[in-house]
């Protein structure tokens, strides 16, 4: 069992898998969803859930996760949902790039080329302004993928197993991709979602100090370790995020995560964010500029090829910052 208990109403608190899953009485199954939409800057249909089986001090999506928030919805109206998204597609992705980690090379969400018909500086001029939608969170493409995110529930697979099918019927051309704290993840349930259609995964390691990764979530971090080498044995695609929050995860478990993650696959992509303030953990800072560029080289150092930062305007506040973090990490 999970970190799992989800306030409902009257201030009462169940289980996740009771207050955010059931099966009509037709035996379908329903979920409580909070929302669906394009996303930036993934420029992929998201479907945020509700309930989770973690229970994170650092959650940035606790109103839903945590509480049961949103509309009850059948596999079937979502597959429904994935299938009117399918003809507002503008980007055909090749199965390899079904993660997040590609979207920021095809476009920057900038809107320049659409409002001024010129491009940005930025722009890795890939794609041409018809191929560039406004949805809730910006400009950018609609590349052919839909992601599952929010809260998580891979402990009751059957669900997942259920909507990715009939995503996959409706509309074969959709990649799916299931962003995942990697609670629940047996090799049973992946063996499920594998044959289900499951594509790949985004999984976040959260500590790699099994103490610590208890007190962060909720839950041991045992099977979550040995994820990445399960996921690539079961032929998903495959890329990983850890955040440094100061004085939990920094370096020294960073670096443990890329060697892990190293020994599994020089090439699994890897992104290193900086945490900020939220939920139970206000109190507790973000990195700065010279923490970040001191593990970008302990992951790069223990064997990753590809490694970006994330979130550079939580540490990078002034000119000094970013030439900084440019001339240490070359990055752009
Ligand atoms: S796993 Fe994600 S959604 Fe679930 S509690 Fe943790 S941060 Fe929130
Ligand atoms: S494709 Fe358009 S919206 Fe995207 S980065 Fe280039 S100019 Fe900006």
Same mark, same amino acid.
């Given at each position: ?103 920021? #090379? @095809?476009?920057? $969400?900038?809107?320049?080329? +659409?409002?001024?018909? /010129?491009?940005?500086? &930025?722009?890795?001029?890939? !794609? ?23 809260? #998580? @529930?891979?402990? $009751?697979?059957?669900?997942? +197993?259920?909507?990715? /099918?009939?995503?996959? &019927?409706?509309?074969?051309? !959709? ?23 499951? #594509? ?133």
């Amino acid at each position: 069992m999970g970190d799992c208990l989800t306030m409902i109403q009257g201030n009462k608190k169940k289980i996740a898998c009771d207050a955010v899953l059931r099966k009509n009485e037709t035996g379908t199954w329903q979920r409580i969803i909070k929302s669906a939409h394009l996303s930036r800057p993934e420029h992929y249909f998201s479907i945020y859930m509700s309930g989770c089986n973690m229970n994170c001090r650092k959650c940035h999506s606790h109103e839903f996760t945590k509480a049961a928030s949103g509309e009850w919805m059948t596999t079937d109206q979502i597959a429904g949902l994935c299938a009117e998204y399918r003809e507002q597609v503008t980007v055909y992705e090749p199965l390899e790039r079904a993660l997040d980690w590609y979207a920021s #090379d @095809l476009c920057r $969400c900038c809107g320049y080329c +659409v409002i001024t018909g /010129r491009r940005s500086p &930025t722009c890795p001029g890939v !794609l041409e302004p018809h191929q560039i939608l406004l949805s809730p969170q910006g400009f950018g493409p609609a590349r052919n993928i839909v992601g599952y995110t929010g809260g #998580d @529930l891979g402990c $009751c697979v059957d669900f997942y +197993v259920d909507l990715t /099918r009939k995503i996959k &019927t409706k509309s074969p051309e !959709l990649w799916i991709l299931y962003e995942t704290n990697g609670y629940g993840l047996t090799s049973t349930n992946l063996k499920k979602l594998r044959e289900a259609g499951v #594509d790949s995964f985004w999984l976040d390691i959260k500590a790699f100090d099994p103490v610590i990764h208890k007190k962060l979530c909720g839950v041991d971090n045992h099977r979550i370790l040995d994820l990445p080498k399960q996921v690539q044995q079961f032929g998903f695609q495959l890329e990983v995020l850890s955040l440094f929050i100061p004085r939990w995860v920094e370096t020294d478990q960073l670096s443990k995560i890329a060697l892990l993650l190293a020994e599994v696959n020089r090439e699994i992509p890897f992104t290193l964010l900086a945490f900020f303030p939220e939920y139970r953990m206000m109190n507790t800072r973000s990195p700065n500029t010279v923490e970040m560029i001191e593990s970008y080289h302990a992951v790069k150092k223990a064997g990753l090829k590809n490694v970006r930062i994330g979130n550079i305007g939580v540490f990078a506040k002034t000119e000094t910052d970013y030439e900084l973090l440019k001339r240490e990490t070359g990055i752009e």
